[in-house]
């Protein structure tokens, strides 16, 4: 069974930095676009970041200058690096596909990573 796994969370101070990571297990989802969403607490799931199976990057304004996604094909691997966080950044972090031609992932979530920005 195909599973998204993110991992990479934890409480940081204000102004601080974490790197997260989502793997597929049993999947290679090179050929696939990749997001992150987040869900703060009480609010629903929202758009943070979006990367193309060719690279091409996408941010909510919210993150845009602080955030930095990526992915490593050859680790079958997606990143999302976050720097000058702030406690609105709190949430759970969740990667998702965007691409319809990846249906095993496309519109899946993992269990998620919590992220706490603590002022």
């Known amino acids: 069974q195909v599973q998204l796994v993110e991992s990479g969370g934890g409480s940081v101070q204000a102004g601080g930095s974490l790197k997260l990571s989502c793997a597929a297990s049993?999947?290679?989802?090179?050929?696939?676009?990749m997001a992150w969403h987040r869900q703060p607490p009480g609010k629903e799931r929202e758009f943070v970041s979006s990367?193309?199976?060719?690279?091409?990057?996408n941010y909510a304004d919210s993150v845009k200058g602080r955030f930095t996604i990526s992915r490593d094909n050859a680790e079958n691997m997606v990143h999302l690096e976050m720097n000058s966080l702030k406690p609105e950044d709190t949430a759970w972090y969740y990667c998702?596909?965007?691409?319809?031609?990846?249906?095993?992932?496309?519109?899946?979530w993992g269990p998620g990573t919590r992220v706490t920005v603590f002022s």
């Open positions: 998702t596909s965007t691409s319809r031609w990846c249906p095993d992932i496309f519109g899946k």
């Open positions: 049993h999947y290679i989802f090179s050929g696939c676009g």
């Open positions: 990367i193309s199976s060719d690279g091409i990057t």
